[in-house]
């Protein structure tokens, strides 16, 4: 056994940066999963970026009606002033669909930071401790998963906001709401992921070593069952942007004094649609299209490299036995191949 | 005549996240028809990989070099697997060469009949009407023992039981009359008594049908059962060939030495039990127990007013200090049950169970707790028991950090380096995440983690079943070898008897929930008087080709009396 | 949406050897609270706000006469009382009366259900004929030219919001190529023909075969392609993903290598090994579809101004009458409570292992 070091498995310890999510997992895959994966994470990058530097960016603000020249005039076609035309409502297209980003963007963070702290503690409680209050929280989740979400999110739309919206008002309705729908999600997620790892031995040798409750939950199992997090959490993103623009379309979103909005520009784009001017919707809707394309690319992405059943290419090599055994002479080259 | 299979410098790569992995390399091998050569190796071997090459079922992802000739029964046709176009392949599968697999419940379709399935076999090679295709159906399943074949044709795979499913699965590749079948460890999932069934069907493949079989296998006992020839493969090369007798009798390589040296036989552990009963001091036999069973009877209650289901029913026993209690049971037995109920992982129902002074039926958390710090536990599956975030030197110092012996993992590296040390893992090993130890080298450490606070009673649930032979052995010394020095109390579970021959004192054989009998060694190995332990017995194949088929007689007049 | 990470978890999996009868009234049971936790979720939400009258005639009303209308609604009670009432209402099938157009719920349900159910109807052949068969495509030329293709189709018709593809496919077909109608179900002149139909079903399609003028039924027919189309290519998109993956994920099944070593074909192994087991799963997600299917019908609904249930529901919440929304909600609960029991005894008859 004296030479068990040098036998052990070579022990590659790569840089702290590449066992990050994603960036692991883009080294992993290959060919078309790698692909999708970086278009997606490409269009993710110019939303953020875009939602960033939107003062930067945008030629105009997003309540702006007039500049030094005058009022900019409704419905205007795309021209050298405004290069993708100007709404119904008199704004410049380019600068709403811009400034649109930063109000997705700050949705996305608030209802995603909002519904894993709850849904994973929610989750966390339900799976460890199993018996009557999990099979009430689970019920809960169930019937709201299955109900409609958009309907669910006008509901609280309205309770939350009366109906009402500044822009952090408007915001908090739409993220809390999302926030709500998301909930049973990470609980139904997170709750299968504890109840799996609480049976694995590494959870019942802590308990028979005589660990307590919030030692063993918070050591052991939390850590391992968080590993379908970042999935869920990029879809999960795309679907707020879609709610938020559902919510917008149906009249439940933000003023445009207050903010910009796609799914609000979209609504009152639907006349013009009618009377042949395309601009006004087409490019406010590219923006929802391009961003949950993006979102979704890298969540579907993350899913075929998470599942083994979708993968084509098994991960490495188990550690080899150290059986101390000789080999026949003349086969120990092809070892060190 | 011609071989049925001849395989010429085969050479087989994986691509992996790791780069290209080679698991078959230069391997030259062929299959005389109507014998059985055996393909054994542990894992890592490549044997699997090997078989699959056969019928030509790597994934996409495989390289493979080399030429593997497959020639029909009758000798008229023959081609190159490894060059066959889709076609080709698609004809020569079931017809030249069959597959039998490891696990029958996941290789019977769930949501077909299974009669269906085996038509479906029959039709992909020929013209048959639909009752002539029934009939053969109804006919090879008679021939495979599945009895009213009429009747049982139409039912779903899951109203067989597992040995009825391989029993099916063969009867899949038979009722083509193939040249070879190739057979990948066609009874590691399946009990031991049920085991000798289908090894006993799978020489009749050969006898009757006159089929070439290929048994894939890292069990010797099943080798010295069946296999007329033997190929030892290790780390992708074939180490050795020989017919069985002079394989088993005398083999020529290292490797296959100490793959023979490694395999437990009932027996052997006679000597060391006789030398640790005369080790013991006087009066050893009156101190109190370290564990008192009595009538015990542990039930897991049945969801949506399903009956509950009784996993044991009145079962005394007893563990006295120092001594190692064998406890021996195919699956459903009620083993691993008994052992989670002693840790306090499993509620007990009825009757009594003491463990170290405490009554654990109805017992609180707060009044076991204490209890628990003399209570070592060491899980089946070297996989999943460690928590894949911590290192190994954090898993080992957790019970000591629970129980107030060290502030945090830091503090108490020295006792870890001296657990590491006992159980032969270099201090260095504590560093490492369980993922970069090896099967054999995390259950080393999961005994250190055991014995972290000096316990007087261990629980070893199936401590070796994931683990290969030879890698098994060295497990099973350095359980011997520490027992010997810090004399703790044991319950060793197993469902291997040769296993729990080498390290019990006593041993006690489970069935069905109930205890059987129980006894020392010698009585209960030596000369079983519950008919189950001697069915149970003779069913286990040795690993010696000559005392096995004496052993198979026996068996056989056996069931014939049973039957 | 569905994640493809976690299936819901099928109640089939938990039967454990129970005959499929008492699965059945196990499964049934379930419903009521399911419907319960639904409805009271949607009564807690609205009423937390404060009552409807002042919600919709807040400001413009002179606060005695609010007092007095409040009072007359019976909304100053103790909410638990107010609770109770609309409990034993919807026992009794009572969904409450609009405060806008003062109709019972249940009527405007059976008036404007109908257009709904005939576009989901719609929308669920267009699903399931591109969906199921593209789905099995993509997963048979797994990771190749045609699964990549129908994969990001795939995520578009998903990324893409309803109302935008709406727009979008009225601009082209509607306005710029003028070949199909801008909005509604039909066109004036059949809409009055219609009316004259004896014990008028309210699915448009059959009324119109009932007159037999192919100029009604055309007219009708056209009508409904876009919307038809918007929702379905959504639904579509889901359905394709949701086959692929399990297709997919039996396809590397033991049983299917197992047939694969008789000699079994290709083609064959996708289309009765792999394709049989993983429908058991998908039947039951596509139940959970039904979730999307609605809320992805009032936007078209309000997009093609199709007067079916979900374009109601948008006039309602434009009239601030929380009473209809509180109705039309709850309604819609006791809906999909159904179809996903429905689908569960579906799923149930397709598993043998259920079934004996």
């Not at chain 1, 391992?224 to 559902?246: C, D, F, H, K, Y």
């Not at chain 2, 006992?221 to 005398?250: C, I």
């Not at chain 2, 070592?376 to 975030?389: H, I, Y």
């Not at chain 3, 189309?229 to 949701?242: I, M, N, Q, S, Y």
């Amino acid at each position: 056994m004296a030479d068990a070091t040098e036998l052990a498995p070579p022990t590659v310890r790569r840089s702290w940066w590449t066992r990050l999510p994603v960036v692991s997992q883009l080294r992993q895959s290959i060919g078309l999963q790698r692909g999708m994966l970086i278009a997606g994470l490409v269009l993710a990058a110019i939303f953020v970026l875009a939602a960033v530097f939107a003062p930067l960016l945008a030629p105009y603000g997003y309540s702006q009606l007039r500049d030094a020249a005058g009022t900019f005039g409704a419905q205007q076609p795309p021209s050298a002033e405004h290069l993708l035309g100007t709404t119904v409502g008199g704004y410049d297209v380019l600068s709403r669909v811009i400034w649109g980003s930063r109000t997705a963007l700050l949705v996305i963070v608030v209802a995603v930071t909002a519904s894993i702290l709850v849904g994973v503690l929610l989750g966390l409680i339900s799976g460890y401790f199993g018996g009557w209050l999990d099979r009430v929280l689970v019920m809960i989740a169930d019937a709201i998963y299955a109900f409609p979400s958009l309907l669910l999110a006008i509901v609280l739309a309205i309770v939350i906001s009366g109906g009402q919206s500044s822009m952090w008002g408007g915001i908090f309705a739409a993220a809390l709401s999302i926030t709500v729908i998301f909930i049973p999600q990470y609980l139904r997620v997170t709750r299968s992921e504890v109840i799996r790892i609480k049976s694995e031995a590494f959870v019942e040798s802590a308990r028979v070593i005589g660990a307590g409750h919030v030692r063993i939950m918070s050591r052991h199992v939390l850590r391992n069952s968080t590993r379908t997090l970042p999935l869920i959490l990029t879809l999960n993103a795309s679907e707020a942007i879609l709610t938020l623009a559902g919510l917008g379309f149906l009249g439940f979103g933000i003023e445009p004094t207050a903010a910009a909005e796609w799914g609000y520009d979209l609504n009152k784009s639907l006349s013009d649609v009618t009377a042949g001017i395309w601009w006004t919707s087409i490019f406010p809707g590219l923006a929802i299209v391009l961003v949950v394309l993006g979102l979704t690319l890298v969540g579907e992405s993350l899913n075929d490299l998470a599942d083994p059943r979708l993968r084509k290419r098994a991960a490495g090599p188990e550690p080899v036995e150290d059986l101390g055994v000789e080999l026949p002479a003349g086969q120990q080259e092809g070892e060190q191949r | 005549m011609k071989d049925v299979v001849e395989i010429t410098d085969l050479a087989v790569s994986f691509a992996t996240d790791a780069g290209q992995v080679q698991a078959v390399d230069g391997v030259t091998l062929s299959v005389h028809p109507g014998e059985v050569l055996a393909v054994v190796g542990e894992s890592g071997s490549g044997k699997t990989v090997t078989a699959k090459t056969i019928l030509g079922l790597l994934p996409e992802t495989a390289r493979v070099r080399g030429a593997v000739v497959l020639s029909s029964k009758d000798g008229t046709t023959e081609g190159d697997v490894a060059q066959m176009s889709a076609a080709r392949l698609r004809q020569v599968r079931g017809r030249d060469a069959a597959m039998v697999f490891q696990e029958p419940s996941t290789a019977l379709n769930p949501v077909y009949p299974v009669g269906w399935q085996i038509i479906e076999g029959l039709r992909a090679h020929g013209r048959y009407t639909r009752a002539e295709a029934r009939a053969e159906a109804i006919d090879v399943l008679r021939r495979v023992g599945i009895p009213d074949p009429e009747e049982r044709i139409d039912h779903y795979p899951h109203q067989f039981s597992g040995g009825q499913k391989q029993r099916i699965v063969i009867a899949q590749a038979l009722v083509l009359d193939p040249g070879v079948i190739v057979a990948d460890e066609p009874t590691t999932a399946l009990d031991v008594t049920v085991q000798a069934e289908i090894l006993d069907l799978l020489r009749r493949c050969r006898d009757e049908f006159g089929a070439a079989v290929v048994l894939i296998t890292h069990n010797m006992g099943v080798v010295a059962d069946l296999a007329d020839r033997v190929a030892v493969m290790y780390q992708g090369k074939l180490v050795e060939q020989a017919d069985v007798r002079t394989l088993f009798s005398a083999p020529k390589e290292p490797y296959t030495q100490q793959l023979l040296a490694a395999v437990p036989r009932i027996g052997e552990g006679l000597a060391r039990a006789h030398e640790r009963a005369a080790r013991r001091p006087e009066g050893w036999e009156e101190q109190a127990p370290v564990v008192r069973a009595r009538d015990l009877r542990i039930v897991y209650p049945g969801r949506f007013r399903q009956p509950d289901f009784v996993a044991v029913d009145g079962v005394s026993l007893s563990i006295r200090p120092g001594e190692v209690l064998g406890l021996v049971g195919e699956s459903g037995s009620g083993k691993t049950t008994i052992g989670r109920a002693m840790a306090g992982l499993t509620r007990v129902a009825g009757g009594s169970l003491e463990v170290l002074g405490v009554e654990l039926r109805g017992v609180r958390e707060r009044t076991f707790r204490p209890v628990r710090s003399k209570i070592g536990f060491v899980f089946q599956d070297p996989a999943t028991s460690f928590n894949p975030l911590l290192t190994i030197a954090e898993c080992v110092a957790e019970p000591l950090v629970v129980h107030g012996r060290a502030e945090n993992a830091a503090d108490a590296r020295g006792r870890v380096d001296e657990l590491l040390e006992a159980v032969q893992l270099p201090r260095a090993f504590g560093a490492r995440f369980p993922h970069e130890l090896s099967g054999g080298q995390r259950q080393r450490a999961s005994l250190a983690r055991a014995l972290a606070l000096d316990p007087e009673l261990l629980i070893a649930d199936e401590p070796t079943s994931a683990l290969d032979v030879s890698v098994q052995a060295r497990v099973l010394d350095l359980f011997d070898e520490l027992h010997r020095e810090l004399e703790f109390a044991a319950l060793f579970i197993s469902h291997d008897l040769a296993v729990v021959d080498m390290l019990a004192d006593r041993i006690a054989v489970l069935h069905r929930g109930r205890l059987v009998e129980e006894g020392t060694g010698d009585q209960v190995l030596g000369s079983p008087r519950e008919p189950y332990t001697q069915r149970l017995l003779a069913s286990l194949p040795v690993p010696d080709p000559v005392e096995q088929a004496e052993r198979r007689a026996q068996w056989q007049r056996l069931r014939g009396a049973g039957a | 949406m569905t994640t493809t990470v976690e299936q819901p978890a099928p109640e089939t999996t938990s039967k454990g050897g129970g005959s499929l009868g008492r699965y059945i009234a196990v499964r049934a049971l379930l419903i009521i609270p399911t419907v319960f936790i639904l409805v009271t979720t949607v009564f807690v939400l609205m009423r937390t706000t404060g009552d409807p009258i002042t919600a919709s005639q807040g400001g413009r009303l002179p606060p005695e006469q609010l007092a007095e209308r409040i009072h007359a609604a019976g909304y100053d009670r103790p909410i638990l009382v107010q609770y109770w009432d609309y409990l034993t209402g919807i026992l009794h099938g009572d969904f409450g009366t609009t405060l806008s157009d003062h109709r019972p719920v249940t009527e405007v349900l059976t008036t404007f259900g109908t257009a709904t159910l005939e576009l989901a109807i719609y929308a669920l052949i267009v699903a399931f004929l591109l969906g199921i068969p593209l789905g099995r495509l993509a997963a048979f030329h797994r990771d190749k030219a045609p699964d990549a293709v129908l994969r990001v189709l795939a995520i578009l018709a998903y990324a893409t919001p309803v109302f935008f593809a709406g727009l979008m496919l009225k601009l082209v077909f509607s306005v710029w190529l003028n070949v199909l109608p801008v909005a509604g179900r039909a066109s004036t002149r059949t809409e009055l023909t219609l009316q004259k139909v004896d014990n008028p079903t309210g699915i448009y399609l059959v009324d119109a075969l009932r007159t037999g003028d192919p100029a009604v039924i055309g007219d009708v027919l056209t009508h409904a392609v876009l919307p038809a189309l918007t929702l379905g290519l959504l639904t579509a998109g889901v359905f394709l993903r949701l086959v692929r993956t399990n297709v997919i994920s039996t396809f590397g099944a033991g049983y299917v290598e197992a047939a694969r070593s008789r000699g079994v074909a290709e083609r064959r192994l996708l289309r009765k090994h792999a394709y049989k087991p993983a429908l058991i799963p998908i039947v039951t997600v596509i139940g959970l579809q039904i979730a999307l299917l609605l809320g992805g019908a009032v936007l078209t609904e309000t997009t093609f101004e199709w007067k079916g249930l979900g374009f109601q529901l948008a006039q309602y919440l434009q009239a601030r009458d929380f009473v209809a929304v509180q109705g039309i909600v709850a309604v819609l609960a006791v809906i999909v409570a159904v179809t996903n029991f429905i689908v569960d005894i579906i799923a149930a008859l397709i598993d043998p292992r259920v079934r004996y």
